[in-house]
Structure formats: C-alpha cells, structure tokens
C-alpha cells in the first residue's frame, strides 16, 4: 500500500525519579513484585497499528531515529505521549497523535516548534473539541481491535449474567452513591450472576475469559476518546448496557475552569447493534428492560459491527491514508 517505509515512532515514559538512572532497579522490583508488564491504553494503540500493518504487508520502521535524522524530508509519525515528541529535535514533517496532547491549550505553540502536517485523535468528539485551536490539521482516527483474538469461543458456558466494567475516573464517591450504587442495586434485585472489573486493577487475561462466559457488560466511564476495552468486549460479541451522559469533559486538570466542552461520548464508536444506552441511574432500570428485550429479538450484533467498522486492517489502512495525505500536504501555518 506505500513503497517508502512508515516512519513509526513510540516510546512508554520511564525517567528517573529520584536518582540519576533509578529508573532501572526500579523497573526490577516492579516486574519482581507485580510480574511481567503489561501494556497499557497507548501502547496497545501502538502494538496494535503494527499489528494491522503487519497483516497489510505495510512496511514501517520502529524508532528509527538515526533513518529520520538522515533524511529529514521524510514523513514521521509520532505517537504516545508528549515526551516522544519533545525529546528528538526533529527537522522531519510530522504526523502526530493519537495521544501526544490532552488537550491543544497544552502546547499554544506546536505549530511555531514542528513542521507538524496532520495530528490524530482518537474519536470525533475530541476532534471537534480540538478543531478551534488546530483547524483543519486535526483528523480522528482509531485503531483497529485484534477480532482475532478478541472473538467469541464456541461452547464455552454463559456462566456470568453482566460483567460490570467500573471505569469512573473522578468524583469516586459521588459517583460510588448516585451511579455505581443504584446501578449494582438493579442487577442484584434481578437475582443477576454479576462480576465486576475496575478499570486498571485487573488482569487482561481474566477479563478476557469473563468475557466468554458473559451474556452483557454494563460499561460505565465518564467519557472515552476510543474506548479499547468495551471495543474488545464488542468483538468477543458481548452486547453493552452503557452509561453516556453526553455531558461536558469533565477532567479535573481543565475542567472547569480552563475547558468547557460538550457534549462527549463513554461509547463514541457504535450503533444500535452495539446495545443499549442510558443517561442516569434512575435511567438505568428502563434501559436494562429495553436491552433485554432486543437481546429477546436477537438484533444485537456487536462484533459485526466491530467486523464492519474497527478491525486491525482498517485501521491500519485508515492509518496509512492519513500518512500518505500527511506527506503531501503543505505544513500548517503556525498558530500567530
């Protein structure tokens, strides 16, 4: 699909906290006390993009910046966290995202400092919010879901009614109280088998056979920009009860006082074949009676829609097109 290589540039922050080159007993006793490291949001982003690339026959280099400084005219491609970006002097026209920046008031000038082309976010929503600072240099794009291994297994016994999927962020105990309380409250008067994961304390390896076992996920997060995870509970064709208030971000870094935007999405990619909504927990009761009764009808199809719209090879495509308009374009005019 391109002759010339990708240009593909990730790294996980690891710095020094306390000690010059503490970083590296502390990377020790982390892998001692809690095992192999396993890759979060961001790198799953970036393990997948290879991933789809790899199945396309799309050539790319990984880190290569020797090749980049050597050729400066080239295209590179720039994800992960701001400090991939900040600690290469880089000459190279630039495609950067998904991720590099939270938001565009955190870097007024990238503009003056990269010849930066075209910047990926993750969904439409933060694209919009976006678009006032960066124009038309902003594109959503999202990474494809391994349906692969993210599949349904045959045979396998529906032994867990709900999965309930705790990704609250902030506000823990209000949200613990007007949420999450009247949401476990429903499923138990139900007499529903339930298991609950919360977001960043579990194994993926465990989520990943709950799944098999699961009829339905009750998925619940303020606001995502992807949203990997319910993505692979789609994929392994478990039908979602989600939470979306389609309110304002609420990050607490911005949030109120330095952003308003509305309104966001907890599930920016679906359809209703995805499941059902609701907005508010006293919402919630009506929207588990009108999911079970699509269930009933059997018109609940997510992992065709994952299928259809987020696999590895589409994204990786959607990927490739971005480059190769990236690397044709003029450089965005710099911010005045």
Known sequence: MTAVPLNLFYAEPDEDRWLPFDRLPRRLVRRIVRGPRRPGGQERVFLNLK???????????????????????????VLGKRHVLENEPWRNPLMIGPSIHDHPIDDPALFRRFEVRRILVPGEWMRDMCRPYWGDAVHAWPVGIDTDHWRPAPGVAKTIDVILYNKIRWDHGRRETELLG????????????????????????????????????????????????????????????????AGEWLDPSYHPQRVRYSPISSVP????????????????????????????????APRQYILDHLTLEKGASAFVEHARQAAASPAHPPSP
């Open 51 to 77: 991933a789809g690339l790899d199945r396309l026959g799309v050539a790319y280099r990984a880190n290569d910046y020797r090749h980049a400084r050597r050729h400066p005219d080239e295209l590179c491609c």
């Open 182 to 245: 009247p949401i476990r409250a429903e499923l138990a008067r139900r007499g529903l088998k339930v298991v609950e994961f919360v977001y960043g304390s579990y194994r993926p390896e465990d989520y990943a056979a709950a799944l098999q076992a699961a009829r339905a996920m009750v998925f619940v997060c303020e606001h995502e920009t992807q949203g990997i995870a319910y993505q692979e509970a789609l994929a392994s064709d478990v039908p979602l009860v989600a939470w979306d208030h």
């Open 269 to 300: 990619y679906w359809d209703e074949r995805c499941g059902v909504k609701f907005a508010t927990a006293g919402e919630f009761p009506a929207a588990l009676d009108d999911f079970q009764a699509r269930a009933a009808r059997g018109v609940l």
